[in-house]
Protein backbone atom coordinates (compact mmCIF):
# COMPACT_ATOMS: atom_id res chain seq x y z
CA UNK A 1 0.00 0.00 0.00
CA UNK A 2 1.43 3.02 -1.46
CA UNK A 3 1.47 6.03 1.08
CA UNK A 4 -0.59 9.01 0.30
CA UNK A 5 1.16 12.65 0.57
CA UNK A 6 -0.41 15.36 1.94
CA UNK A 7 -0.56 19.38 1.54
CA UNK A 8 -1.39 21.62 4.01
CA UNK A 9 -2.21 25.22 2.23
CA UNK A 10 -3.06 28.34 4.65
CA UNK A 11 -3.69 31.62 3.98
CA UNK A 12 -2.67 34.58 6.41
CA UNK A 13 -2.54 38.16 7.17
CA UNK A 14 -1.14 39.11 10.31
CA UNK A 15 -1.37 35.95 12.27
CA UNK A 16 1.31 36.16 14.37
CA UNK A 17 -0.55 35.30 17.52
CA UNK A 18 -2.05 31.80 15.93
CA UNK A 19 0.15 30.97 13.08
CA UNK A 20 2.94 29.06 14.87
CA UNK A 21 0.78 26.69 16.66
CA UNK A 22 -1.37 25.98 13.60
CA UNK A 23 2.04 25.37 11.79
CA UNK A 24 3.19 22.92 14.72
CA UNK A 25 0.95 20.97 14.58
CA UNK A 26 0.62 20.15 10.69
CA UNK A 27 4.28 19.71 10.70
CA UNK A 28 4.62 16.19 9.73
CA UNK A 29 3.14 17.29 6.77
CA UNK A 30 4.79 16.16 3.23
CA UNK A 31 4.48 19.99 2.13
CA UNK A 32 3.16 23.03 3.97
CA UNK A 33 1.96 26.35 1.24
CA UNK A 34 1.43 29.55 3.24
CA UNK A 35 0.31 32.59 1.17
CA UNK A 36 0.38 35.71 3.00
CA UNK A 37 -1.21 39.08 2.05
CA UNK A 38 1.12 41.87 3.45
CA UNK A 39 1.27 40.67 6.95
CA UNK A 40 3.36 43.57 8.90
CA UNK A 41 3.60 41.84 12.63
CA UNK A 42 6.69 38.88 11.71
CA UNK A 43 3.78 36.52 10.30
CA UNK A 44 6.21 35.27 6.91
CA UNK A 45 9.03 35.34 9.51
CA UNK A 46 7.83 32.62 11.92
CA UNK A 47 6.12 30.39 8.82
CA UNK A 48 9.60 30.55 6.98
CA UNK A 49 10.79 28.84 10.30
CA UNK A 50 8.45 25.57 9.66
CA UNK A 51 8.16 25.54 5.60
CA UNK A 52 10.27 27.42 2.77
CA UNK A 53 7.02 28.01 0.99
CA UNK A 54 5.95 31.34 2.05
CA UNK A 55 4.84 33.09 -0.81
CA UNK A 56 3.70 36.84 -0.41
CA UNK A 57 0.37 37.69 -2.67
CA UNK A 58 -1.66 40.99 -2.57
CA UNK A 59 -5.26 40.64 -1.51
CA UNK A 60 -7.63 39.14 -4.03
CA UNK A 61 -10.41 37.78 -1.59
CA UNK A 62 -10.98 34.07 0.36
CA UNK A 63 -11.18 31.80 -1.98
CA UNK A 64 -8.59 33.00 -4.96
CA UNK A 65 -5.96 33.18 -1.97
CA UNK A 66 -6.77 29.49 -1.58
CA UNK A 67 -6.67 28.75 -5.11
CA UNK A 68 -3.20 30.62 -5.55
CA UNK A 69 -2.11 28.39 -2.16
CA UNK A 70 -4.26 25.22 -4.19
CA UNK A 71 -2.13 26.05 -7.07
CA UNK A 72 1.16 25.58 -5.35
CA UNK A 73 0.07 22.51 -3.87
CA UNK A 74 2.05 19.53 -5.38
CA UNK A 75 1.11 16.68 -3.23
CA UNK A 76 -1.65 13.71 -3.55
CA UNK A 77 -4.29 15.35 -1.41
CA UNK A 78 -4.76 18.82 0.23
CA UNK A 79 -5.91 19.91 3.63
CA UNK A 80 -6.60 23.72 3.85
CA UNK A 81 -6.55 25.03 7.24
CA UNK A 82 -7.14 28.70 8.77
CA UNK A 83 -4.14 30.15 11.26
CA UNK A 84 -6.68 30.03 14.21
CA UNK A 85 -7.35 25.94 13.51
CA UNK A 86 -4.76 23.04 14.66
CA UNK A 87 -4.87 19.45 13.33
CA UNK A 88 -5.50 16.98 16.58
CA UNK A 89 -3.28 13.70 17.11
CA UNK A 90 -6.44 11.44 16.45
CA UNK A 91 -6.72 13.18 13.10
CA UNK A 92 -3.18 12.97 11.97
CA UNK A 93 -3.20 9.29 12.95
CA UNK A 94 -6.70 8.37 10.42
CA UNK A 95 -5.04 10.65 8.03
CA UNK A 96 -2.21 8.31 7.80
CA UNK A 97 -4.33 4.65 7.65
CA UNK A 98 -7.52 6.17 5.52
CA UNK A 99 -5.89 7.79 2.54
CA UNK A 100 -3.51 5.34 1.28
CA UNK A 101 -6.88 2.27 0.66
CA UNK A 102 -9.87 5.45 0.56
CA UNK A 103 -11.90 5.52 -3.17
CA UNK A 104 -13.19 9.35 -1.89
CA UNK A 105 -12.23 12.30 -3.26
CA UNK A 106 -12.70 14.58 -0.01
CA UNK A 107 -13.97 14.62 3.47
CA UNK A 108 -15.72 15.94 6.16
CA UNK A 109 -13.93 16.87 9.72
CA UNK A 110 -15.96 17.49 12.70
CA UNK A 111 -14.84 20.84 14.03
CA UNK A 112 -14.50 21.31 17.89
CA UNK A 113 -14.48 25.03 18.39
CA UNK A 114 -13.48 27.49 21.33
CA UNK A 115 -15.63 30.33 22.74
CA UNK A 116 -13.78 32.93 24.87
CA UNK A 117 -11.41 29.99 26.14
CA UNK A 118 -13.39 27.29 26.58
CA UNK A 119 -14.51 24.73 24.00
CA UNK A 120 -18.32 24.36 23.40
CA UNK A 121 -20.14 21.14 23.76
CA UNK A 122 -23.45 22.43 22.51
CA UNK A 123 -25.24 25.21 20.84
CA UNK A 124 -24.75 26.71 17.21
CA UNK A 125 -20.94 25.64 17.17
CA UNK A 126 -21.65 22.09 17.80
CA UNK A 127 -21.77 19.46 14.96
CA UNK A 128 -19.87 20.87 12.59
CA UNK A 129 -18.11 19.45 9.84
CA UNK A 130 -16.42 21.25 7.14
CA UNK A 131 -14.90 20.31 4.17
CA UNK A 132 -11.45 20.43 4.13
CA UNK A 133 -9.67 17.83 2.94
CA UNK A 134 -9.33 16.98 -0.84
CA UNK A 135 -7.41 15.23 -3.64
CA UNK A 136 -5.93 18.07 -5.27
CA UNK A 137 -7.26 17.42 -8.66
CA UNK A 138 -10.81 17.02 -7.14
CA UNK A 139 -11.59 20.31 -5.60
CA UNK A 140 -11.45 24.15 -6.09
CA UNK A 141 -12.45 27.00 -3.95
CA UNK A 142 -15.78 29.20 -5.06
CA UNK A 143 -14.64 33.37 -5.18
CA UNK A 144 -17.60 34.29 -2.75
CA UNK A 145 -16.93 36.68 -0.72
CA UNK A 146 -17.01 35.12 2.64
CA UNK A 147 -17.53 31.76 4.10
CA UNK A 148 -16.26 30.28 0.67
CA UNK A 149 -16.60 26.58 0.18
CA UNK A 150 -14.91 23.73 -2.34
CA UNK A 151 -16.59 22.78 -5.04
CA UNK A 152 -15.96 18.85 -5.88
CA UNK A 153 -15.94 16.51 -7.63
CA UNK A 154 -16.35 12.50 -6.40
CA UNK A 155 -17.61 11.16 -3.57
CA UNK A 156 -17.08 12.95 -0.32
CA UNK A 157 -16.49 10.73 3.08
CA UNK A 158 -16.82 11.42 6.64
CA UNK A 159 -13.75 11.15 9.11
CA UNK A 160 -13.36 11.32 13.23
CA UNK A 161 -10.97 12.91 14.52
CA UNK A 162 -11.41 16.36 14.90
CA UNK A 163 -10.05 20.03 13.88
CA UNK A 164 -9.58 21.74 16.73
CA UNK A 165 -10.52 25.94 16.09
CA UNK A 166 -9.71 28.53 18.68
CA UNK A 167 -12.09 31.13 16.88
CA UNK A 168 -12.10 33.80 19.56
CA UNK A 169 -10.75 34.46 22.85
CA UNK A 170 -13.26 37.53 23.84
CA UNK A 171 -16.01 38.90 23.28
CA UNK A 172 -14.90 41.96 21.78
CA UNK A 173 -13.40 39.85 18.98
CA UNK A 174 -16.52 38.27 18.19
CA UNK A 175 -18.24 41.00 17.77
CA UNK A 176 -15.66 42.32 15.71
CA UNK A 177 -15.39 39.37 13.36
CA UNK A 178 -19.13 39.12 13.45
CA UNK A 179 -19.36 43.07 12.45
CA UNK A 180 -16.87 42.25 9.62
CA UNK A 181 -18.23 39.44 7.83
CA UNK A 182 -22.27 40.63 8.59
CA UNK A 183 -21.36 43.04 6.15
CA UNK A 184 -19.47 40.86 3.73
CA UNK A 185 -22.61 38.43 4.21
CA UNK A 186 -24.82 40.94 3.18
CA UNK A 187 -23.32 41.69 0.02
CA UNK A 188 -23.06 38.41 -1.30
CA UNK A 189 -26.28 37.92 -0.19
CA UNK A 190 -27.51 40.83 -2.60
CA UNK A 191 -25.56 40.05 -5.43
CA UNK A 192 -26.83 36.37 -5.52
CA UNK A 193 -30.59 37.86 -5.20
CA UNK A 194 -31.75 37.13 -1.36
CA UNK A 195 -33.98 40.05 -0.06
CA UNK A 196 -34.40 41.30 3.45
CA UNK A 197 -36.44 43.54 5.81
CA UNK A 198 -36.05 45.12 9.11
CA UNK A 199 -38.87 42.84 10.05
CA UNK A 200 -37.27 39.48 8.70
CA UNK A 201 -33.89 40.35 10.01
CA UNK A 202 -35.58 40.49 13.22
CA UNK A 203 -37.07 37.08 12.81
CA UNK A 204 -33.83 35.20 11.44
CA UNK A 205 -32.17 37.08 14.46
CA UNK A 206 -34.59 36.05 17.11
CA UNK A 207 -34.81 32.39 15.29
CA UNK A 208 -30.47 32.09 15.58
CA UNK A 209 -30.93 32.43 19.38
CA UNK A 210 -33.65 29.55 20.10
CA UNK A 211 -32.02 27.23 17.61
CA UNK A 212 -28.51 27.65 19.30
CA UNK A 213 -29.66 28.21 23.14
CA UNK A 214 -32.66 25.79 22.72
CA UNK A 215 -32.86 23.42 19.85
CA UNK A 216 -29.12 23.25 20.11
CA UNK A 217 -28.42 22.44 23.50
CA UNK A 218 -26.99 25.72 23.97
CA UNK A 219 -27.97 26.38 27.67
CA UNK A 220 -26.07 23.05 28.62
CA UNK A 221 -22.87 25.08 28.06
CA UNK A 222 -24.12 27.51 30.58
CA UNK A 223 -23.65 30.93 31.04
CA UNK A 224 -21.00 30.76 27.59
CA UNK A 225 -23.76 28.86 26.23
CA UNK A 226 -25.75 31.79 26.74
CA UNK A 227 -23.51 34.62 25.47
CA UNK A 228 -22.60 32.58 22.37
CA UNK A 229 -26.65 31.68 21.67
CA UNK A 230 -26.85 36.02 21.99
CA UNK A 231 -23.83 36.39 19.85
CA UNK A 232 -24.80 33.99 17.05
CA UNK A 233 -27.71 36.06 16.99
CA UNK A 234 -26.71 39.42 16.83
CA UNK A 235 -24.38 38.23 14.25
CA UNK A 236 -27.59 37.36 12.19
CA UNK A 237 -29.78 39.98 12.93
CA UNK A 238 -26.42 42.32 11.39
CA UNK A 239 -26.36 40.43 8.53
CA UNK A 240 -30.17 40.54 7.62
CA UNK A 241 -29.97 43.96 8.92
CA UNK A 242 -27.04 44.92 6.42
CA UNK A 243 -28.87 43.25 3.41
CA UNK A 244 -32.66 44.94 4.52
CA UNK A 245 -30.21 48.32 4.03
CA UNK A 246 -29.27 47.62 1.05
CA UNK A 247 -32.82 46.16 -0.34
CA UNK A 248 -34.49 49.78 0.44
CA UNK A 249 -31.39 51.75 -0.83
CA UNK A 250 -32.24 49.60 -4.26
CA UNK A 251 -35.90 50.20 -4.10
CA UNK A 252 -36.27 46.45 -4.36
CA UNK A 253 -39.84 44.96 -3.06
CA UNK A 254 -40.19 42.98 -0.03
Known sequence: MTAATISIIIISHNEARDIEACLRSVSWADEIVVVDSGSTDGTRDIAANWTDKVHEVSWKGFGPQKNHALDLATKDWVLSLDCDERVSDELREELTTTLPSTDCAAFLIPFRSSYCGRFMRFGEWSGERKLRLFRREAGRFDDVPVHERIRMEGRIGRLRGRIL???????????????????LGAEAAFKSGKRATRASAAGRGAWAFTRSFLLKGG???????????????????????????MCKAAGSPH
Open 219 to 245: LLDGWKGLTLSIDVASATYQRHAHLAR
Open 165 to 183: HYSVRTRSEMHEKSRRYAQ
